[in-house]
């Protein structure tokens, strides 16, 4: 089985700031990695993830998250935020070997950015 | 192609009322899910088909729940004798394949029962 822990229920920060959300996995078997997006009144979106090669991954909107193995972490960057960043960030993992391929997230993050 | 859609996008019922939502998939993605997200949380598996076949089933989905995907298309969630405790967002996503490829969601229908 697999579990999620996302450290910060809420993250308050100032438009042109650095954010860090954090994301701790726990499995016995290896896993793939994502970050979600979920807009008010919008669905789950995608954000960037992790398969395999380097662990630094990043998403066209300027966030970036790293694959630390042996932290089990899969923290959540950008150097800069915007206004237009304040959603809900859910950090996900699904098995490699099982081909029923469902995602196990956590209880998401609030990210409010504030001018 | 407009996505994965669901309808009702909210629906509110009495509870001990029975309840069907409809989720219309990606078209040619092969695989369905179904998710449930209560407030303060994150989305939580139901089950899932490839094609018709129901595949997996979580422990969350009793036997009060039902879903069906008759012809690998669209796919339906029902709810018998809804309980104030299922209350929540149901998320449906779809997929191309398996493991390398990206679960699209739905906008959710929201649930509430009185």
């Known amino acids: 089985a697999q579990s999620v822990t996302q450290l910060d229920s809420q993250v308050p920060v100032f438009e042109e700031a650095p954010v860090e959300l954090r994301c701790n996995y726990s499995?016995?078997?290896?896993?793939?990695l994502f970050w979600y997006v979920q807009y008010p009144n919008q669905g789950l979106q995608l954000l960037l993830k992790y398969l395999s090669g380097s662990t630094l991954v990043e998403s066209i909107n300027g966030f970036e998250a790293e694959f630390n193995k042996s932290q089990t972490s899969f923290h959540l960057r950008k150097p800069s935020v915007h206004i237009s960043d304040t959603a809900e960030y859910f950090c996900a993992v699904r098995p490699r070997e099982t081909s029923g391929s469902r995602l196990t997230f956590g209880e998401g993050t609030q990210l409010t950015v504030n001018p | 192609d407009t996505g994965v859609s669901q309808d009702p996008r909210h629906k509110i019922t009495k509870r001990g009322q029975n309840v069907t939502f409809r989720c219309d998939p990606i078209?040619?993605?092969?695989?369905l899910y179904w998710y449930r997200q209560t407030l303060g949380q994150g989305p939580e598996f139901l089950t899932y088909?490839?094609?018709?076949?129901?595949?997996?089933k979580s422990r969350l989905l009793s036997d009060r729940f039902s879903a069906e995907r008759p012809k690998g298309s669209f796919s339906t969630l029902e709810i018998q004798r809804t309980e104030q405790g299922d209350s929540a967002m149901y998320l449906c996503?779809?997929?191309?394949?398996?493991?390398?490829?990206?679960?699209?969601f739905g906008p959710g229908t929201r649930l509430t029962v009185t």
């Open positions: 499995s016995s078997v290896s896993v793939y």
């Open positions: 088909f490839q094609n018709e076949a129901q595949l997996e």
């Open positions: 078209s040619e993605h092969n695989r």
């Open positions: 996503a779809s997929s191309f394949g398996g493991h390398f490829y990206e679960q699209y």
